[in-house]
């Protein structure tokens, strides 16, 4: 296989983004019949390799060779033209056409320029059929689930006849049945002489489909390896460029270091959104929320911070019975909460990291008194550097900086606050090794300082590595709570969660 | 009941059945309420009465799918009565008048598009200054009302084509009943149709799946443009005269008629037969006003503002029911 030519071959690809140099030299060499992964931390570079490549962003310098012939894109059209197919993080969909539209639009079959429905229907079905998936094809494609889109913007990339397929994180809203099957879809498709081009922040997967990894770290190709030949430990270490020493230090577990109770829920719920629990929170602890996805972590999150009203129950802050309406009251009583979604809840991307970071602050200040801009660019520096921001330019636009830098300043915004009770949903999804580590040792410092954290996490080791005590949900309902003493495993979580809380 | 509804009708045809119902009930209210209303010529007359509007609402619907907005539609219908009774008087031939009116319409409208999409202008401020452009432009034409003679255009006017019976409609209904059915064809049968769809539904998605959006955009600013110098030449047809305060505010009534027709002014989603039923409720509003004798015509806008507010508010609970 080595010996074979390469099917796709870029080398020395720069780009710039004003302020940031998003490409340095890069190359990057992918075979037939490979399934190549590109891995490398958020910021790394991965996603703007990927729309170079595509004919997202034209390239400022280098050259891309298809089938050893140099080509340029203007468009992704003319890179699914000239065959390579792309399937985006985000489902890049119409969710208003049908399921079929969307296997099939721009490539319909027509006879004198109206479209043969007919035809159209059987055709995507056909292609839907070769990845498993038995879908009504005429329903609008918003009815399915994000998993079953992700397969259809798959299906929508075979129907191309590709001969490079780039799936960048794909995997990240499917469950383990649905990454099997797309995993098998891959298989065959390599047997077919198809290159993949993979991007996943999933070690495991990686490692389980990959044949080669090309690494980047900070816009840097770092080299390619077969994947047999680098444990994932090594990996890591070439993506954050660390030693691994410091990697296994962030293994230990901050010390318990609680006073007082902070924060008492009794009884609180909101009917259809959590059945009423209760709650405890001491000063400088760190509580984990541990449970499915949709078992009702985010709405507990949501109450504490106002976002949703309660239907029940009462919360008292140092003894006092408080009302938490609203994010503005919750805010006055230094509750800060920072959503999962950031794109949605959170940043605004068109303005600048300090203006972004001060947003929270001003906001509780009130429009009528501005922070002046002196005292704006001490705090926002103090935070870039304690939160290692990267770049590390304030007067940077948050729609440059990748998904890591992102949600570090959403942390800066609330930190600055200087919160009591800290809401972290989500915190480390969607980011890599490098910025992961770095916020879960933030949450440890800032415990250790005294601020309580309410932790929320699908992942179950992190959410064990954090947190002093752990709330388990399932069915949006409060069934354990667990101190997290050496007795405390990731298994001991599943079985809770897997028995509803009985045992 | 929501499973129920969704089982037996789509959701997405749900906006245009309430639109149709809507149309049936007022029917029937008028005819058990008034002598002589419950008469297909009464339907027909609402058709003969709004051919123009029922025309620019088509080019608007086109426009709205794709999450755009075209506020220059009246000043371009009044436009196209200016230039078309200013040539005529200068003797030129009633075809070749047909055909210059329209390519300034389409010019126009294609002028905008191109704002819009290769300066990346909000089609509200784009087409405000379309708006604002065209109104003008009468104005510079002439400021009093032009009338037209020529033989053509007259016949145009009051020639009546019989449908059996008494009933009877106006060639100018026989040109938006042929629009009407293009454009649907147009918009569920071709490519540029389901791209327009696919763009309203999201454009960035569109781009990154390889469709030709800016052509896509282009075109629908351009067929807006057309059909509102098509509409001008129908009110041209129906008024015999050009005038630059004709269609004030035709733009609003034709936003409205495709809104109250079900098509999500976030684009995407809609159909034409909406827009016809829109269009219709609207010049039923008015019949009815007519009938009743004793209400002022600003009620015509009262109901409107009702009808409008009630359907956005429907759009929102579907759309709301999606997430």
Redo the contacts between chains.
């Keep these: 296989m080595t010996s074979a030519a390469p099917i796709l071959q870029l080398t020395g690809i720069g780009k710039q983004f004003p302020g940031v140099t998003a490409l340095d030299d890069v190359d990057l060499r992918v075979l037939p019949g490979e399934v190549h992964a590109l891995m490398g931390e958020n910021g790394a570079g991965k996603s703007t390799l990927i729309k170079v490549l595509t004919g997202?962003h034209p390239a400022d310098s280098g050259t891309i060779l298809l089938d050893s012939r140099e080509v340029t894109f203007g468009?992704?059209?003319d890179a699914?033209?000239a065959g390579i197919s792309?399937v985006?993080q985000e489902?890049?969909?119409?969710?208003?056409?049908s399921v079929a539209?969307n296997v099939l639009?721009?490539r319909?079959p027509?006879r004198f320029?109206?479209?043969q429905w007919k035809a159209m229907r059987r055709r995507a079905a056909e292609r839907l059929a070769e990845l498993d998936l038995d879908l009504d094809v005429t329903?609008?494609l918003?009815q399915y689930s994000l998993a079953i889109q992700q397969m259809v913007a798959i299906a929508?990339a075979l129907e191309v006849k590709a001969r490079v397929l780039v799936l960048d994180e794909p995997t990240s809203s499917l469950d383990t049945g649905e990454v099997e099957q797309l995993f098998r879809v891959m298989r065959t498709l390599k047997e077919q002489g198809v290159a993949i081009l993979f991007v996943s922040h999933f070690l495991d997967q990686v490692y389980e489909i990959a044949d080669r990894m090309t690494i980047l770290r900070n816009g840097r190709r770092e080299g390619d390896y077969p994947t047999g030949e680098l444990s994932q430990v090594e990996l890591i270490a070439k993506m954050i460029g660390r030693d691994l020493a410091e990697l296994e230090r962030l293994e230990e577990r901050p010390p318990a270091r609680t006073t007082g109770t902070l924060l008492q829920a009794d009884g609180l719920g909101r009917t259809g959104g959590i059945e009423p629990f209760s709650l405890t929170i001491r000063e400088g602890e760190v509580v984990g929320l541990a449970g499915l996805l949709g078992s009702g972590r985010t709405e507990v999150a949501r109450l504490l911070f106002g976002a949703d009203h309660a239907t029940s129950g009462s919360v008292t802050l140092d003894g006092e019975p408080v009302s938490l309406r609203t994010p503005q009251i919750a805010m006055t009583h230094k509750i800060a909460f920072c959503p999962e979604d950031r794109k949605a809840d959170g940043l605004i991307p068109d303005l600048t990291v300090r203006e972004n970071v001060v947003l929270a602050l001003q906001a509780r200040r009130g429009w009528t008194r501005p922070i002046p801009r002196e005292q704006q660019a001490q705090l926002v520096d103090r935070y870039i550097k304690a939160l290692k921001i990267s770049p590390a330019n304030p007067e940077q636009l948050v729609r440059n900086l990748s998904g890591g830098n992102q949600q570090k300043v959403l942390l800066a915004r609330w930190l600055i606050l200087e919160p009591r009770l800290l809401i972290l949903d989500e915190p480390t999804r969607g980011i890599d090794v490098g910025a992961k580590a770095e916020i879960q040792r933030l949450v440890a410092e800032l415990s250790d300082g005294g601020m309580a954290v309410l932790f929320i996490s699908a992942e179950l080791e992190e959410v064990l590595r954090l947190s002093h005590k752990v709330g388990v949900l399932r069915d949006r309902r409060l069934i354990a709570e667990l101190p997290n003493d050496d007795t405390l495993t990731t298994e001991v979580l599943m079985q809770t969660i897997a028995s509803g809380g009985r045992s | 009941m929501t499973a129920l509804t969704g089982a037996v009708v789509?959701r997405?045809y749900l906006p245009v059945l309430v639109t149709a119902g809507l149309f049936l009930a007022m029917f029937i209210a008028g005819g058990t309420r008034y002598e002589g209303f419950f008469s297909a010529q009464v339907v027909l007359n609402v058709f003969i009465d709004n051919a123009f509007l029922l025309v620019v609402a088509v080019g608007m619907t086109f426009v709205i799918l794709t999450g755009g907005i075209d506020l220059s539609v009246g000043s371009m219908v009044a436009l196209a009565t200016m230039v078309a009774a200013v040539l005529l008087n200068a003797g030129w031939p009633p075809v070749a008048v047909i055909v210059v009116v329209l390519l300034i319409g389409a010019g126009l409208g294609l002028g905008m598009g191109c704002m819009i999409h290769f300066f990346e202008i909000q089609p509200f401020i784009a087409t405000l200054a379309g708006m604002f452009l065209a109104r003008g432009l009468c104005y510079t034409i002439g400021t009093d009302s032009i009338p037209i003679t020529d033989p053509t255009f007259t016949a145009a006017a009051q020639t009546q084509v019989p449908l059996g019976g008494e009933l009877w409609i106006s060639p100018s209904v026989l040109i938006a009943v042929a629009v009407v059915g293009i454009a649907a064809y147009v918009l569920h049968?071709?490519?540029f149709g389901?791209?327009v769809?696919?763009t309203?539904?999201?454009e960035?998605?569109?781009?990154?799946?390889?469709?030709?959006v800016a052509r896509t955009k282009l075109g629908v600013y351009t067929i807006s443009g057309f059909c509102s110098a098509l509409g001008g030449l129908l009110l041209a047809f129906y008024m015999l005269s050009g005038y630059g305060l004709h269609a004030v505010g035709l733009e609003l009534d034709a936003i409205a008629a495709v809104v109250i027709g079900g098509t999500l002014l976030t684009g995407?989603?809609g159909f034409l037969i909406g827009t016809v039923l829109g269009v219709l409720i609207l010049g039923l509003i008015q019949t009815v006003i007519s009938f009743q004798g004793t209400l002022s015509s600003w009620w015509t806008k009262i109901f409107v503002g009702l009808l409008l507010g009630a359907f956005i508010l429907l759009q929102r609970v579907i759309s709301g029911r999606?997430k």
């Design positions: 997202v468009s992704p059209l699914q033209q792309t985006y489902v890049n969909l119409c969710p208003n056409l539209e639009i721009g319909e027509r320029g109206r479209i329903a609008p918003s929508r | 789509p997405k049968q071709t490519r389901r791209t769809y696919a309203g539904g999201n960035q998605s569109a781009r990154l799946m390889g469709l030709p995407g989603s999606k």
